[in-house]
């Protein structure tokens, strides 16, 4: 069993920045890819970034290309989503999600355990 715990989420002004961690229990973190989710209200919950499990592939959504940047340590058993350039448009909770299939997929069903969520607040 994998357990996620997400943190670092808030209130951010556009423009603003801010650093979303997820702490994985379990041996097996560093075997496979993690993924970065988002669901606003009344929306379905939507692939932000992903990365494979050395980290050495990255995918990301358009909407937040060259201004997400996702990373892992897995001495620390630790994801990161580094977000930079808010937008009133990134507000939503975010999510962590672990893959245990082989591949670093991008659809919600292709994920196994999730964390709780963090939410994240952009003011306009």
């Known amino acids: 069993q994998v357990q996620l715990v997400e943190s670092g989420g808030g209130l951010v002004q556009a423009g603003g920045s801010l650093r979303l961690s997820c702490v994985a229990s379990?041996?097996?973190?560093?075997?496979?890819?993690m993924g970065w989710f988002r669901q606003a209200p009344g929306k379905e919950r939507e692939f932000v970034a992903a990365?494979?499990?050395?980290?050495?592939?990255?995918y990301y959504a358009d909407s937040v290309k060259g201004r997400f940047t996702c990373s892992r340590d897995n001495a620390k058993n630790t994801v990161y989503l580094q977000m930079n350039s808010l937008k009133p448009e990134d507000t939503a909770i975010y999510y962590c999600?672990?893959?245990?299939?082989?591949?670093?997929?991008?659809?919600?069903?292709?994920?196994?355990?999730w964390g709780q969520g963090t939410q994240v607040t952009v003011s306009s």
């Open positions: 379990g041996r097996t973190f560093s075997s496979y890819a």
């Open positions: 990365l494979s499990w050395s980290g050495g592939s990255r």
């Open positions: 999600a672990l893959s245990r299939g082989l591949s670093v997929p991008t659809t919600t069903r292709e994920y196994h355990y």
